[in-house]
């Protein structure tokens, strides 16, 4: 996956989840969650991306 377009995917997962946090009404508490679970699975995304990790074969993210 050429650089670009993981820079691309990036950028939009970081807007996207900017216009849920300030657009949709929600307890903090739950906004922390979904915050909190966005960026592990933008990690694991990242890792799995760039050959880092390669295990856990249960959880496809493609």
Excluded: C, D, E, Q
Aim: aromatic fraction near 10%.
């Amino acid at each position: 996956m050429p650089l670009l377009h993981i820079v691309l995917i990036l950028i939009v997962v970081g807007v996207l989840l900017w216009l849920i946090n300030n657009y949709i009404p929600m307890a903090s508490s739950i906004k922390t969650i979904l915050n909190v679970v966005v960026v592990i699975a933008v990690i694991i995304w990242l890792l799995r991306v760039f050959g880092v990790w390669g295990g856990v074969a249960s959880f496809p993210l493609h």
